[in-house]
Structure formats: C-alpha cells, structure tokens
C-alpha cells in the first residue's frame, strides 16, 4: 500500500475558473477527510465521509465548493467560480471506521489562484 | 466550539537536547483525544503521538512523550535527544469522543541546529 494519494500536487488558476482534486485513500478505509491549509496554519476541516455518504460539512464549505465519493473509494474535491482566498494546500486524510484511529495524511494538492 | 492554541510559533534545538512545545486546548467535553502530528517540509503529515484524555498516564513514543495536564487543559510534546531529521512543523490536534474532525494548533515550527 503507498499511502494517500493526492492529484495534482499543484495548480494554478485563474479567478473564476473551476478546479477538480482527487484523493485516492488507502485501499481498505472506510472514511476519508478533506481539510484546507493556509499558509502558516493548522489544518481546518471541510468535511467527511463514511464510505461513500457525506456526513458532515463544516461552515468553511461554502456552496461554491462540493466534494463526492461515488463509489466509497476515490473522492474529488470541485471548488466553483475560485476566488484568490481560495489558495491554500488542500488535504486529505483518511482512516478505518472505529473508536481512536489514526486519520493518514496524503501529501496535498497546492492551489493558487492569480 | 474547541479551539487548539499553540503559543510557540517556532523554537529552536540544538542536536541531542530536548525541547518541549506547548499546547492548550478549550473544550466542555470530558471524553477526548489529543494528538502531535509532525508534518515536514513539503512533506506530509504524519502523527507522532496520541493521548486518550481519560488516561492518566501520559503517552510515550521512543523519544517523543507528552505531559498531558487535564485540569489545565495542557498538552506539551517532549522532544529528547533531538536529531536533524525532527526539523518540521508540529501540530497540536483534538478531536471528540463522539466526533470524527480534527481541530489543529496553529502550528510550531522546529528547528533543530547540528
């Protein structure tokens, strides 16, 4: 198993446009996280999935930003009509289902808005 | 809401010694975890160490340890005989019994002088 996988690692775009990201977690977990990282920060959650279910959206995922996990594997985070606050290193994680598990941290997407 | 506040933004360490970063968390909650993650340049993050609040006895992990003071809402990270490669951002995090985010510090970032 490689770990989390993230894609792309980088992008940059132009205000207005659309942007994709893909996280592939690890093979046999059930959950996976997106968190959002600005420069200087901690992490701060946008939200979670139990398989392929959306269970919880913190107040920072606003409507221009939607994330799916059709079929309980791969997820893809889309961020609508980007805006220059938008530019931040875009995390996944992922975990088993359970009481205390670690959540495994891909490596990120970095995505600047000019 | 649980808020995480690291107060150091960076401290430095020279090879072999110990250094201890700081910690303070905010939460009405009785029942929960709180976690060091480790995260490198351009790397991603790992976890480093876990401490289950309804345990005493504070966690330890080879040269990683914690003092976790509950009444204080406290939770340092011990560093002993520090080594080059323990250079990287650390990151304070809780997360609720019931819950499944991750609320992160602010962050501290370590440098370790040889």
């Known amino acids: 198993d490689t770990g989390v996988s993230q894609d792309p690692r980088h992008k940059i775009t132009k205000r207005g446009q659309n942007v994709t990201f893909r996280c592939d977690p690890i093979?046999?977990?059930?959950?996976l996280y997106w968190y959002r990282q600005t420069l200087g920060q901690g992490p701060e959650f946008l939200t979670y999935f139990q398989n392929e279910a959306q269970l919880e959206k913190s107040r920072l995922l606003s409507d221009r930003f939607s994330a799916e996990r059709p079929k309980g594997s791969f997820s893809t985070l889309e961020i609508q009509r980007t805006e220059q606050g938008d530019s931040a290193m875009y995390l996944c994680a992922s975990s088993l289902a359970g009481q205390v598990v670690e959540q495994y941290f891909g490596p990120g997407t970095r995505l600047t808005v000019t | 809401a649980q808020t995480v506040t690291q107060s150091q933004p960076e401290m430095s360490v020279q090879e072999a010694e110990t250094v201890t970063l700081s910690c303070t968390y905010d939460?009405?909650?009785?029942?929960?975890?709180l976690f060091w993650y480790k995260q490198p340049p351009s790397r991603q993050m790992i976890l480093v160490i876990r401490q289950e609040a309804y345990k005493q006895q504070n966690a330890t992990e080879n040269r990683f340890s914690v003092n976790f003071q509950k009444a204080a809402k406290s939770f340092s990270l011990k560093i002993s005989d520090s080594q080059l490669g323990d250079a990287a951002m650390y990151f304070c995090a809780y997360r609720r019994n019931a819950g499944n985010m991750l609320t992160f510090g602010g962050g501290t970032r370590l440098m370790v002088k040889p």
């Open positions: 939460t009405s909650e009785s029942d929960y975890y």
């Open positions: 093979s046999e977990h059930n959950r």
